[in-house]
């Protein structure tokens, strides 16, 4: 696959189209079962209170990816990012009802890096229940 977004069509300021992801206690098992981390703090309530967390908590990792989705989605091409990183700054709180939680997330490209290798950097915002959940949520893309 390559890119369908093309370097020269983009400009430092364009926005990537907006996601919500919802996620719910189910998600949770599933990517549990998945990425093989079963720690408690993300299936078991009474543990999570336990060592001080509000509720059951998502994933960083899950959080880390579903906000990577922005930026895999408008360009059409997963392999177009070149470097991806975060920080992790609040947890994403999975209620144990109907509607859990929703992580909310934004991009914008924020500048043009290198016109030989087409990349530019994209900055991520990422927020469930009001909270910024990722900071410095960064990634380099290759554009066709």
Known sequence: MTARIAYADVEAGAELPARTF???RATLVRYAGASGDFNPIHWNERFAREVGLPDVIAHGMFTMAEAAR????WTGDPGAVVEYGVRFTKPVVVPDDDAGALIEVT???????DDDARTVRVDLTARSA???VLGAARAVVRLA
């Open 22 to 24: 919802p996620v719910n």
């Open 130 to 132: 009001g909270e910024k």
């Open 70 to 73: 922005v930026v895999t989605d």
């Open 107 to 113: 991009g914008k490209v924020t500048a043009k890096l």
